[in-house]
């Protein structure tokens, strides 16, 4: 009687996944930790600093009104005119953008966002850092967070950048790349789950998940006796 196995799994088999190096998934952790250090000074900023942040406005020199056009001015005056003038168009221009914004309740919005993420990212870092079966639930809500929170911030902001970049002859050209910011967030939470979902897997084979109707767990090593 002689007995043949037969095994049709390779090198990279199932088991094979839970050899991988834990730092993947450590390293992700790490992310995942300045991805939280973000979301608090950025709470902290937005509550200080407002959605416009520090800027070219933010150290008292704010334009003024020129005046009336000086007529019988020197070339030099008028000159110095029509450009006191276009710097406070541009003034008045931001100010608008910048009202739209707080109007648009953004900096509240950002930071619900930013607490969602700390408190559901802080668990995840400690899922990822021991490779804890939760890390994939973790890590897909940490996931669904910052992909719906910057896709809502990208969308009601992206009109109101691109009415600002319009008011400019040189910005109105590139005022929709003003909503790219929506498909770049999106493409990027979508990418961010995935990862988590992948280096969960590398973890934690589909053989630990529990049969159901939707799927079964197949032994594909089989033995031969002959």
């Known amino acids: 009687m002689a007995q043949k196995s037969t095994n049709f799994?390779?090198?990279?088999?199932?088991?094979?996944?839970?050899?991988?190096?834990p730092w993947w998934a450590r390293i992700m952790a790490i992310l995942f930790g300045l991805m939280v250090l973000g979301s608090v000074v950025n709470i902290f900023y937005m509550e200080y600093f407002g959605f416009g942040g520090i800027n070219h406005y933010s150290f008292g020199n704010e334009p003024t009104h020129p005046g009336n056009y000086p007529e019988n001015g020197t070339d030099d005056e008028q000159l110095e005119f029509n450009n006191s003038l276009t710097e406070w168009d541009e003034y008045q221009s931001y100010q608008k953008m910048m009202e739209d914004l707080?109007?648009?309740?953004?900096?509240?919005?950002?930071?619900?966002?930013?607490?969602?993420?700390?408190?559901?990212?802080?668990?995840a870092i400690a899922f990822f850092w021991v490779q804890d079966k939760k890390m994939l639930h973790f890590g897909i809500a940490l996931g669904?967070?910052?992909?719906?929170?910057?896709?809502?911030?990208?969308y009601l902001s992206s009109a109101i950048i691109e009415d600002?970049?319009?008011?400019?002859?040189?910005?109105?050209?590139?005022?929709?790349?003003?909503?790219?910011?929506?498909?770049?967030?999106?493409?990027?939470?979508?990418?961010?789950i995935a990862v988590a979902i992948v280096l969960s897997n590398m973890y934690?084979?589909?053989?630990?998940?529990?049969?159901?109707?939707?799927?079964?767990?197949?032994?594909?090593i089989t033995t031969d006796e002959e």
């Not at 799994?9 to 190096?21: E, G, I, K, R, W």
């Not at 669904?144 to 990208?154: A, M, N």
């Not at 590139?174 to 990418?191: D, H, M, P, Q, R």
């Not at 934690?204 to 594909?220: A, K, M, Q, T, W």
Request: glycine share 6%.
């Open 9 to 21: 799994v390779s090198a990279m088999d199932l088991n094979s996944m839970n050899d991988h190096s």
């Open 144 to 154: 669904v967070v910052k992909l719906t929170g910057d896709v809502i911030t990208s």
């Open 164 to 192: 600002f970049m319009n008011n400019f002859p040189e910005g109105a050209q590139y005022s929709w790349l003003a909503k790219t910011s929506i498909f770049t967030s999106t493409f990027c939470g979508i990418v961010f």
């Open 102 to 123: 707080e109007n648009a309740n953004i900096k509240e919005i950002t930071q619900i966002f930013s607490i969602l993420t700390v408190i559901v990212g802080i668990p």
């Open 204 to 220: 934690h084979s589909s053989r630990d998940i529990p049969e159901s109707g939707f799927h079964l767990n197949v032994n594909l």
